[in-house]
Nanobody, 125 residues
Framework: QVQLVESGGGLVQAGDSLRLSCAAS????????MGWFRQAPGKEREFVAV????????YYADSVKGRFTISRDNAKNTVTLQMNSLKPEDTAVYYC??????????????????WGQGTQVTVSS
């Protein structure tokens, strides 16, 4: 059974940093792209960042490019999201997810079939 558990969220001030972690279990993840998504109140879930199976390529939403960094450790089955220079508009529940197909990467939420429970990030101004 695949399980994803996020941690590291919290309440910070604008300009601060947070590091989110996602611990994955239940399968071999080294063949799958893994992503971070977020959902703010009243809004749809949106793409934040994705990393390919080997970690060789990363992609970011324009809104976080240059501030967030995604990384993974396949030996530990973990993926992290380092968030710097946080803004109030980054406030959301953040989710990690695994792509439905191996050797495939995308930013579409519909192509991710395993999700964590989410971790709240709140950025005050």
């Amino acid at each position: 059974q695949v399980q994803l558990v996020e941690s590291g969220g919290g309440l910070v001030q604008a300009g601060d940093s947070l590091r989110l972690s996602c611990a994955a279990s239940g399968r071999t993840f080294s063949r799958y792209a893994m992503g971070w998504f977020r959902q703010a109140p009243g809004k749809e879930r949106e793409f934040v960042a994705v990393i390919t199976w080997s970690g060789g390529n990363t992609y970011y939403a324009d809104s976080v490019k240059g501030r967030f960094t995604i990384s993974r450790d396949n030996a530990k089955n973990t993926v992290t999201l380092q968030m710097n220079s946080l803004k109030p508009e980054d406030t959301a529940v953040y989710y990690c997810a695994v792509h439905v197909a191996p050797w495939t990467v995308s930013a579409a939420t519909s192509e991710y079939n395993y999700w964590g429970q989410g971790t709240q990030v709140t950025v005050s101004s």
